[in-house]
């Protein structure tokens, strides 16, 4: 079955960097568009990033353009958020997500277009 498993998360004060990994496995990994996906208390689902099954394409969410970057390797099956320049804002627990839909082009997804995600990781920015 599909195992998704993030680390990396941590306490950063705000302006500082982290790389969260995840591995994944039991599905067809490198067929697959990947996603990263947040959730904060009261904010509820918000889809952050995604890229293609062969990475030659990403997507952000606009709150976090030009401050986190996702690569993937698909030769270890791991998926990573580089997270820069963090916010307050940014605290929420990370997960990452096997796409059920992929629209190769700039679209905010939603909880619907996600076969599975992550337990995640816990981000906290603040000083």
């Known amino acids: 079955q599909v195992q998704l498993v993030e680390s990396g998360g941590g306490l950063v004060q705000p302006g500082g960097a982290l790389r969260l990994s995840c591995a994944a496995s039991?599905?067809?990994?490198?067929?697959?568009?990947m996603s990263w996906v947040r959730q904060a208390p009261g904010k509820g689902f918000e889809w952050v990033s995604t890229?293609?099954?062969?990475?030659?394409?990403?997507f952000y969410a606009d709150f976090v353009k030009g401050r986190f970057t996702i690569s993937r390797d698909n030769d270890k099956n791991i998926l990573y958020l580089q997270m820069n320049s963090l916010e307050p804002d940014d605290t929420a627990v990370y997960s990452c997500?096997?796409?059920?839909?992929?629209?190769?082009?700039?679209?905010?997804?939603?909880?619907?277009?996600?076969?599975?995600w992550g337990q995640g990781t816990q981000v906290t920015v603040s000083s």
């Open positions: 997500a096997l796409n059920r839909m992929y629209y190769g082009g700039p679209v905010t997804y939603t909880r619907e277009d996600f076969r599975s």
């Open positions: 890229i293609s099954s062969v990475g030659g394409r990403t």
């Open positions: 039991g599905f067809s990994w490198s067929r697959m568009a």
